[in-house]
């Protein structure tokens, strides 16, 4: 599967991960690019800061939604704000 196919049904999969305040994770504007290099995949979820505890269940909910698609690879994501 090319990297690319692969982030984007990562990101499809981002869809059943709810964030504070309503809505999906793959909607969120906050949500990086989903890099896929050889045996991993990256993201990164930013929030307003004080709001990374709020954040914390959807980060593990992405990460858990993440490894169920990306074929064995090790998943990251990381959570960030300024």
Do not use: C, H, W
Not at 7 to 27: D, M, N, T
Not at 43 to 51: D, R, S
């Amino acid at each position: 599967m090319a990297d690319t196919e692969l982030a984007a049904r990562i990101k499809s999969a981002l869809a059943a991960v709810e964030i504070p305040g309503g809505g999906s994770l793959a909607g969120y504007g906050g949500l990086s690019d989903i890099i896929v290099p050889s045996n991993a995949v990256a993201f990164a979820i930013a929030v307003a800061p004080g709001m990374e505890a709020a954040f914390g269940p959807a980060r593990e909910a992405a990460q858990k939604v993440a490894e169920g698609v990306a074929e064995g690879r090790k998943v990251m994501v990381s959570l960030t704000s300024d």
